[in-house]
């Protein structure tokens, strides 16, 4: 079974900074697209950022220059850097595998922005 297992998520003060992890099956890991959705309170699931099997990376405007997505072939794990955090960056982050027709979805990871 295709496995996406996330951790890094907690409670922080704005201006504050988070890494989320997300582990994959080495069987997906080299061949698939990695993402990080997001989904705050009250509102739909939004595309964070990508980052292919090549490296080349987007970010949703909100989060460029702030947030970096990474990707660690040895140890099959993608990263989120998450610096200068807002309170409108609350929400449930989930961790996306996606090729073709083909997609996983972690569990999701809650991150809480608030003094």
């Known amino acids: 079974q295709v496995q996406l297992v996330e951790s890094g998520g907690g409670l922080v003060q704005p201006g504050g900074s988070l890494r989320l992890s997300c582990a994959a099956s080495?069987?997906?890991?080299?061949?698939?697209?990695m993402s990080w959705y997001r989904q705050a309170p009250g509102k739909q699931r939004e595309l964070v950022a990508v980052?292919?099997?090549?490296?080349?990376?987007n970010y949703a405007d909100s989060v460029k220059g702030r947030f970096t997505i990474s990707r660690d072939n040895a140890k099959n794990t993608v990263y989120l850097q998450m610096n200068s955090l807002k309170p409108e960056d609350t929400g449930v982050y989930y961790c996306?595998?996606?090729?073709?027709?083909?997609?996983?979805w972690g569990q999701g990871t809650q991150v809480t922005v608030s003094s």
């Open positions: 996306n595998a996606h090729r073709g027709y083909d997609y996983y």
């Open positions: 980052i292919t099997t090549g490296r080349s990376t």
């Open positions: 080495r069987s997906i890991f080299s061949i698939y697209a």
